[in-house]
C-alpha cells in the first residue's frame, strides 16, 4: 500500500513555489471531495445563470440588431429593460455562488487543518455549521467593503474638486490600489480565525503589509490560471453565441441557428461556462490561503518569539 503523504499544514513558512504547491497538492488530494460538494452546491445556480447569460445576450443582440436598421423606442425601451433585468439576475446569482464556494473551500481548508483524519468521511451535513458562519461572515465582508468603497470613493471625489491636478490625483488612485492589496486575504483571516470583523481587517492589513509582494505574485498567478481555465469553458459558448449573432444578422440560415434544439445547446454551454468560472476559482482561493497561513506563520512567529527573548526585561 503506497504511504500516505505529509498532511498539508496551512500555518507554515513557504516559499512563492511552495505555496503554488500546497495549493495544487490540496486539489490533487481532495479532487473527488471538492468537485462533489462544488457540483452539489453551485451546479443549480449554474443552471439559473445559464438563463440569464443567454437572455443577457439576447437583449444586446436585439439592441445591436436596432442600431443597424430602423430605431423603434418602444422596442428598444423593453430590449433595454430585459439586459438591466438579466444582469441584475446575473449579478445576485454570481455573488451567491461566490460567497457559497468561498465558503466551501475554505470550510473544508479548516477543517481538512483541524482533523487528525484530514476530510476522510466528511459530509456535507457535518459542514452546514461551518458553512452557514462562512456565508455569514462573507456577507458581512460584503457590506462593510462597500462602506469602504463608498468612503474611499467620497474622499477621491472631494479630493477631485479641491486637487484639479491630475498627477496629485492619479497618486491617490495609486495608493489606493496599493493599500487595497492587503484586503485579499481579508476573507481567510476573518473565516479561519474567530475574531471580530474590525479585528479581522486590522490583522489583514498587518500581516498582508508585510508579506505585499507575496499576495500580488500569488493573486497574478492564480488569476492567470483561472483565466485559461475559464477560456476554455467559455470559448464553446461565445462561439456558439456568436454563429447566432451573425445568423441572425444576415438573416441567412437563421432558423437553424435560433431553433429550439440550437438554443438548448447554447443554454448548455452557458452552464457549462459559468460552472467553469467557479471550478477556476478554487486555485486563486486556495493560493490566498496559504499566502495567509504562510504570513500568519511568519509574522506572528516572529512577535512570539520576540515577546519570549524581552521576557526577562517585563
Not at 483541524?114 to 476522510?120: F, G, K, S, V
Not at 459559468?274 to 506572528?300: N, P, T, W
Request: aromatic share 12%.
Amino acid at each position: 500500500m503506497e504511504a500516505q503523504k505529509p498532511k498539508i499544514a496551512l500555518y507554515a513558512q513557504r516559499s512563492f513555489g511552495e505555496k503554488l504547491t500546497a495549493a495544487f497538492d490540496f486539489i490533487k488530494e481532495n479532487s473527488k471531495l471538492l468537485m462533489k460538494f462544488t457540483t452539489y452546491l453551485i451546479l443549480p445556480l449554474c443552471l439559473l445563470q445559464g438563463l440569464s447569460l443567454n437572455g443577457l445576450m439576447s437583449g444586446a443582440m436585439a439592441l445591436g440588431d436596432m442600431t443597424g436598421g430602423s430605431f423603434d423606442s418602444s422596442v428598444a425601451g423593453s430590449s433595454v429593460m430585459m439586459l438591466v433585468t438579466y444582469y441584475s439576475l446575473y449579478a445576485v446569482l454570481y455573488l451567491l455562488g461566490t460567497v457559497m464556494l468561498t465558503s466551501l473551500v475554505y470550510a473544508l481548508v479548516r477543517t481538512y487543518n483541524e482533523r487528525e483524519e484530514r476530510l476522510e468521511g466528511v459530509t456535507l451535513g457535518m459542514l452546514k455549521p461551518l458553512l452557514f458562519r462562512n456565508v455569514r461572515r462573507l456577507f458581512l465582508i460584503a457590506i462593510v467593503g462597500v462602506l469602504l468603497v463608498l468612503l474611499v470613493g467620497g474622499v477621491a471625489g472631494f479630493l477631485v474638486t479641491i486637487i484639479p491636478v491630475m498627477i496629485l490625483v492619479s497618486l491617490f488612485v495609486l495608493l489606493v490600489i496599493v493599500v487595497s492589496v492587503p484586503l485579499a486575504i481579508w476573507a481567510p483571516v476573518y473565516l479561519f480565525e474567530d475574531i471580530h470583523i474590525m479585528d479581522a481587517l486590522k490583522k489583514a492589513y498587518r500581516l498582508g503589509f508585510a508579506t505585499w509582494g507575496g499576495i500580488v505574485l500569488i493573486s497574478i498567478v492564480m488569476g492567470f490560471i483561472a483565466l485559461i481555465l475559464q477560456g476554455v469553458t467559455m470559448i464553446p459558448w461565445y462561439i456558439g453565441t456568436i454563429v447566432k449573432y451573425i445568423f441572425v444578422m444576415t438573416d441567412t440560415g437563421g432558423g437553424a441557428t435560433v431553433s429550439v434544439g440550437y438554443n438548448f445547446m447554447l443554454y448548455l454551454l452557458a452552464v457549462v461556462q459559468a460552472f467553469g468560472v467557479y471550478l477556476s476559482m478554487i486555485f486563486s482561493l486556495l493560493g490566498l490561503a496559504y499566502q495567509y497561513g504562510h504570513a500568519s506563520e511568519k509574522i506572528d512567529y516572529v512577535m512570539v518569539e520576540n515577546d519570549i527573548d524581552n521576557f526577562d526585561k517585563l
